[in-house]
T-cell receptor, first 114, second 111 residues
């Protein structure tokens, strides 16, 4: 199994809703990442988990809350989002626990905040 | 700090044309270099990498060479296909520092 899966594929939520994005990999990778990608822009790093512990938080607002329940799963909990948070959210993983340039990306969740 | 610059797109080519997408970077030391590709509606895929000077990364007919003396890491392909239409991101990673993407270059290949 050499892929990263993400669910849901699309999500529409209101500004008062609470929702979660899910990411899963079964490659034995020990680092997992969340990125936000706006249209026609490169991905922007949000969080990195190394060995299931949060190692990097790129000053992301607290309305985004990451969670790594085990080495294969990564969640992103969303609460009280703003319309400008609408974007493609990408999950990625890499083999070793430290940040790596060789990352495997999921297909993303396209989020629309209304 | 580390940064990556790419040629502005979009780049439009006819099928079987030669492709070059320019990328230059600024970094301390000798970073690892990457090209990622994002097909429409998908996530990113690692296309090729070069981790040290004189490395040539290659995959699916694409090539890029890590030259020690200069900082370009241009992506080339001898004959593009319609299926190569995508956005291409140049990127670098320095050990112990963050991973940096370039702004991306959109390629459209016409039949």
């Amino acid at each position: 199994d050499t892929e990263v899966t993400q669910t849901p594929k699309h999500l529409v939520m209101g500004m008062t809703n609470k929702k979660s994005l899910k990411c899963e990999q079964h490659m034995g990778h020990r680092a997992m990442y969340w990125y936000k990608q706006k249209a026609k822009k490169p991905p922007e790093l949000m969080f990195v988990y190394s060995y299931e512990k949060l190692s990097i938080n790129e000053s992301v607002p607290s309305r985004f809350s990451p969670e790594c329940p085990n080495s294969s799963l990564l969640n992103l909990h969303l609460h009280a989002l703003q319309p400008e948070d609408s974007a493609l959210y990408l999950c990625a993983s890499s083999l070793h626990g430290q940040v790596s340039g060789e990352q495997y990306f999921g297909p993303g969740t396209r989020l629309t905040v209304t | 700090g580390n940064s990556v610059t790419q040629m502005e797109g979009p780049v439009t080519l006819s099928e079987e044309a030669f492709l070059t997408i320019n990328c230059t970077y600024t970094a301390t030391g000798y970073p690892s270099l990457f090209w990622y590709v994002q097909y429409p509606g998908e996530g990113l895929q690692l296309l090729l990498k070069a981790t040290k000077a004189d490395d040539k990364g290659s995959n699916k007919g694409f090539e890029a060479t890590y030259r020690k003396e200069t900082t370009p890491f241009h992506l080339e392909k001898g004959s593009v296909q319609v299926s190569d239409s995508a956005v291409y991101f140049c990127a670098l990673y320095n050990y112990g520092q963050n991973f940096v993407f370039g702004p991306g270059t959109r390629l459209s290949v016409l039949p």
